[in-house]
């Protein structure tokens, strides 16, 4: 463990730190578009494996092979942010840069720097302990995890497509706040759907004389009324 080296630790939890974000975002692109979803899982198994390997062995290939892959997606990523990414549903509109990307692209340019340090020097310099190493160990996964939950958390809760701007949300429709099905309302002088006139100005409405109630039974003719 004293083999290690911290450029070792440091590239292998820079690694595993986008591999979480490139899999927190790759369900809304799966939504968006599936192979787009479908390069984001890719990438962010190739960097969870990246970082057990180079923990087991910093090999130049193995190192390497990191280098090209982590530059190449970051090339990817500020052309989807510049010009617009050429194909896909989305095409030639370029995307909004937010924390879940810096985050991503924070990680994997520490890896292709750590990687290419690792190139160019001739012997790896360890730690003089395992204690040492598994000191800078829980040091690095603490401040990567740090900065890696935020990024994830906000990926989660947000939708690809609000980056993008294409959704369309409910206040956006216009609408009107009456259903077709109710019927129109009434003025408080109509009865049975035709409105009287209203009186004019400093006029009131003459009451009608209360009818006279119908006698209970008839009487015969030549006879006078009485009260029952």
């Given at each position: 463990?004293a ?72 090339l ?10 050429p ?7 370029p995307?909004?840069v ?26 790896a ?81 003459e009451?009608?004389?209360p ?11 030549g006879t ?5």
């Amino acid at each position: 463990m004293a083999d290690i080296g911290a450029r070792r630790i440091v590239a292998a939890f820079a690694s595993l730190g986008a591999a979480a974000t490139h899999a927190a975002v790759a369900p809304s692109h799966f939504t968006s578009w599936p192979l787009s979803g479908v390069f984001f899982l890719a990438t962010a198994v190739f960097q969870a494996g990246w970082a057990l390997a180079v923990m087991r062995s910093a090999g130049r290939r193995t190192v390497a092979t990191g280098l090209l892959v982590n530059a190449g997606v970051i090339l990817v990523w500020v052309l989807s942010r510049t010009a617009g990414f050429p194909v896909g549903p989305h095409a030639g509109m370029p995307e909004q840069v937010d924390r879940v990307d810096l985050t991503a692209v924070a990680f994997q340019a520490a890896v292709c720097v750590l990687a290419l340090w690792s190139l160019r020097a001739r012997h790896a310099r360890g730690f003089r302990s395992s204690l040492s190493a598994a000191a800078v160990i829980g040091a690095v996964g603490a401040g990567v995890t740090g900065f890696t939950l935020p990024a994830v958390e906000l990926a989660g809760s947000h939708g690809h497509g609000d980056s993008h701007g294409h959704e369309m949300t409910d206040e956006s429709v216009p609408h009107s706040h009456g259903s077709d099905d109710d019927p129109p309302e009434l003025p408080h002088d109509s009865v049975g759907g035709t409105t009287g006139p209203s009186p004019a100005a400093g006029e009131t409405r003459e009451q009608e004389p209360p009818s006279q109630p119908a006698p209970n039974h008839p009487h015969p003719p030549g006879t006078a009324p009485h009260d029952d």
